[in-house]
């Protein structure tokens, strides 16, 4: 099985900046897509970022583009979505996600997601 487990978050001021980071361990061998998620309350789930494992390929959802941006470490399959002038908007809870490739630009479906870590910008 894959396992993933997330690191950062935090409360940070509009225009702040946070780091989020991802490490995956188990049967990574299979994973092709990696990415992020987010999910504010009452709201819909979100996809926020994807990068290709081989080749870095990247895709960001509108909202974050230009502000947010992320990168893999493939020999070590951890990866980081660093997060730039961030706005209120961006609260909410932002999960890792990874999968095979059947879903790759959707991180919303990812079969394999970490456990989540919370992101509130005042």
């Known amino acids: 099985d894959v396992q993933l487990v997330e690191s950062g978050g935090g409360l940070v001021q509009a225009g702040g900046s946070l780091n989020l980071s991802c490490a995956a361990t188990?049967?990574?061998?299979?994973?092709?897509?990696m990415g992020w998620f987010r999910q504010a309350p009452g709201k819909e789930r979100e996809g926020v970022a994807v990068?290709?494992?081989?080749?870095?390929?990247?895709e960001y959802a509108d909202s974050v583009k230009g502000r947010f941006i992320i990168s893999r470490d493939s020999s070590k399959m951890t990866w980081s979505l660093q997060m730039n002038n961030l706005k209120p908007e961006d609260t909410a809870m932002y999960y890792c996600t990874a999968d095979t490739g059947d879903y790759c630009f959707r991180p919303d479906r990812h079969p394999h997601r970490g456990q989540g870590t919370q992101v509130t910008v005042s």
């Open positions: 990068i290709t494992r081989i080749h870095g390929g990247t």
């Open positions: 188990g049967k990574t061998n299979v994973l092709n897509c």
